[in-house]
């Protein structure tokens, strides 16, 4: 997995060419993503910026994988992720992004530990060797002293590291966060928003974060990407000032 | 993924109990169905099998016009052109397919002398494998002590009469007891006709009728008188298949025929026969099973004789048995409907309850083999659990219904009965049914449950 130092690193990680992804809901025809081009350095650390349903997840999901574009192309690391298999989409899941969601999404039945060891089984790791590296991946974000605890027993701050913890446990080159903070106080929400910077900086993984929190974004993320109306209506390097342009015609 | 289905089990309990209790069920209403009626096969088996009344086929040469069919054979051989019942035609039936064993039925009215009455009666020969028979259940006093031995069994009724206590008429049987006491080990003397073959060129009165033979079979009549031994009292009727014909004393069949009893067939035959070889009467023959006689009487009357069991005459045993196998297929069957349908539903409920949680382990990376070898696995150890419980329950419930059976038998004075039981081999189908429909059921809701949008998913609270 690359380590390093992502400033050096400019060669591109995410290619997304005039990517579309409409579905009619009812009568009505939903453009979600709507002619989307853009690319992605390898080491970036990119926030997606928007009001609600802007597209910002919907383009974070064909990111990830987990949705299919009706036209155009999503290509991370050479794999045009239209023209993978389900399985092969699985495996790209699996190994090369980690995603981290605003309601965190642990298991609730199983313990920190079965949550953080699943990405293992499903990779099929030894058994022998799970525990040992989901303890350190729990011990990376601070929570090694709760592995058996469920994750109700566990404040909003502790389950997002927790999921973190389960992002990271199969060394994914790029993580993709949907919200991180959104349901975090704001203290909360700056500790997890250091992990992954941490994450950023010392792993070199490529960040997306879908957010609509304009000060996080430029707090932390090196390049901010606006979109309304499933359209990118901005797209900004490391600029810190509000002068950015505020997306237009929002719905609420 | 078992591992991982297992803690998802044990996680859900109390749900998860209840659908294995679902299956158990099932398995269970299969087990105590099949367990009893196994159960009733085998009394079936034992109480009119044993009985020889369905397993038995009685050979008669067409020469007998006397013959057990009244309705005579349409084709075949004509009676007088068609073979006589030699010995060695019994031993070629008894080398037949699915033959027990084939014997000469040796019967002749008697006389007999005891405490100096004389009593006219039917005598028959019993082999020696009639001893399984269940007619000498309630039998008092012992079966032959061998083959060859000078003994006799008596039939109830007649035994009652050796002792002057026929009942009136509308008055109870006695019992077998009390009217073996008196008689067992007493003696009785026969008399009867023995017929002694002598060298054609004899002049005795009797053989005028062979003159004419030219291969000459003459034989003499002896009047003769033997000692016999009562060891047995039988209260059921070793003979009942006989009709008016039935014996009422019995002897071992090798002392029957030792004793060259002049039979009414003899005449007829001897003078229609080139040898000297006496031919039967009637041969019985024991089939392996009720399903196989008629395949042997088919056999035998290409042999050119006429055959007689009481499966032909009752067809209507023949569709018992077959709807008795019939019932249990249909019990069966909806035991296991009613086991696969609670198992599918539990786990496509299991499905809608844990979208949520198929879509976190999609977006995770769990692939569809994933997911689905996941919900399979639940359903696998599902059926495992629910067969061996299954399993237990209806092995609890045939056991209770046979104690019941047993209490009631008991109350209407008849003995005790197993109308239960559970063959090895239907724990183990049982419980592999329990896994194979549970593994069957899982394939639907485990492929929906791959099949999921995770995004969808994710959305769904």
């Not at chain 2, 075949?76 to 084939?102: C, F, Y």
Request: proline share 4%.
């Amino acid at each position: 997995m690359p380590a390093g130092e992502s400033s050096l690193n400019n060669s591109i990680a995410i290619r997304i060419e005039n990517l579309c992804r409409h579905y009619s809901m009812g009568e009505a025809l939903i453009r979600a993503v709507d002619g989307i081009s853009v690319q992605i350095a390898s080491g970036e650390f990119v926030a997606l910026l928007g009001t609600s349903g802007s597209g910002k997840s919907s383009l974070l999901n064909l990111i990830a994988g987990l949705d299919h574009p009706t036209s155009g192309t999503v290509v991370v690391e050479k794999h045009d992720l239209a023209k993978l298999s389900r399985e092969e989409l699985a495996k790209y899941r699996l190994h090369t992004v980690g995603m981290v969601f605003q309601s965190f999404n642990l298991i609730p039945s199983m313990t920190l530990l079965e949550n953080v060891e699943l990405p293992l089984r499903f990779a099929e790791v030894d058994r022998g060797k799970r525990e040992g590296l989901v303890k350190q991946a729990l011990d990376r974000v601070g929570l090694s002293a709760r592995l058996r605890h469920r994750p109700t027993e566990l404040s909003g701050g502790e389950q997002q590291r927790a999921s973190l913890a389960r992002a990271l446990i199969n060394q994914p080159r790029f993580l993709l966060a949907d919200e991180p903070t959104g349901n975090l106080d704001s203290q909360t929400g700056t500790e997890i928003m250091n992990f992954i910077r941490e994450f950023n900086e010392t792993l070199g993984m490529t960040i997306i974060m879908v957010t609509h929190e304009r000060a996080l974004a430029e707090r932390y993320a090196g390049r901010m990407i606006f979109l309304a109306d499933g359209k990118l209506v901005g797209d900004q390097s490391n600029v810190v000032s509000a002068t950015a342009k505020e997306t237009r015609g929002g719905r609420s | 993924m078992a591992e991982l289905a297992v803690r998802n089990l044990r996680e859900s309990i109390l749900r998860n109990s209840l659908t294995t209790v679902g299956i158990s069920v099932g398995v269970a209403s299969l087990v105590a169905m099949l367990s009893l009626g196994i159960g009733l096969q085998q009394l079936a088996g034992r109480r009119l099998q044993k009985s020889g009344l369905f397993d038995t086929v009685v050979v008669t040469s067409r020469r007998d016009l006397r013959g057990f069919n009244r309705e005579q054979e349409e084709n075949g051989p004509a009676p007088a052109e068609s073979p006589a019942l030699t010995e060695d035609a019994r031993q070629k039936i008894a080398q037949l397919p699915n033959v027990l064993e084939a014997y000469p039925d040796i019967r002749f009215i008697t006389e007999l002398r005891f405490e100096d009455k004389p009593y006219l009666t039917m005598m028959a020969g019993l082999p020696f494998s009639a001893k399984n028979n269940d007619a000498f259940d309630g039998m008092q006093g012992s079966f032959f002590s061998s083959d060859t031995a000078p003994e006799v069994i008596l039939q109830k009724s007649f035994a009652a009469q050796l002792l002057g206590k026929t009942p009136k008429a509308g008055s109870d049987e006695p019992s077998v007891t009390e009217v073996a006491k008196p008689l067992l080990g007493k003696q009785l003397t026969m008399r009867y006709a023995e017929r002694i073959a002598t060298p054609a060129t004899d002049t005795v009165t009797a053989n005028s009728a062979a003159s004419n033979n030219p291969a000459g079979t003459a034989y003499s009549v002896v009047s003769r008188e033997v000692t016999l031994k009562i060891v047995g009292v039988c209260d059921l009727d070793p003979d009942s298949m006989r009709g008016q014909a039935r014996a009422r004393i019995f002897m071992p069949l090798e002392v029957a025929q030792n004793l060259h009893v002049m039979q009414p067939s003899d005449l007829r035959d001897t003078t229609n026969m080139a040898s000297g070889t006496p031919a039967y009467m009637t041969v019985e023959v024991h089939v392996k099973s009720p399903t196989q006689v008629q395949a042997v009487e088919d056999a035998i009357k290409k042999m050119g004789f006429n055959t007689f069991s009481i499966v032909d005459a009752t067809r209507s045993l023949r569709q018992f048995f077959a709807v008795l196998d019939l019932f249990l297929g249909i019990f069966g069957s909806l035991a296991l409907a009613v086991a696969s349908i609670g198992i599918i539903n539990t786990l496509v409920m299991a499905i809608l309850e844990r979208r949520r949680e198929i879509g976190i382990m999609k977006a995770i990376g769990a692939s569809d083999g994933d997911v689905k070898g996941l919900f399979f696995a639940e359903a696998g150890v599902m059926g495992v659990f629910g067969g061996f419980v299954g399993v237990a329950l209806g092995w609890t419930i045939g056991r209770v219904i046979n104690l019941g059976t047993n209490v009631y038998l008991k109350r209407q004075h008849f003995p005790p009965e197993q109308i239960w039981f559970v063959p090895w081999w239907l724990v183990i189908g049982a419980i592999g049914f329990a896994i194979v429909v549970s593994l069957l059921s899982g394939l639907y809701p485990a492929s929906r449950a791959a099949r999921l949008d995770p995004v969808q998913a994710l959305r769904y609270e």
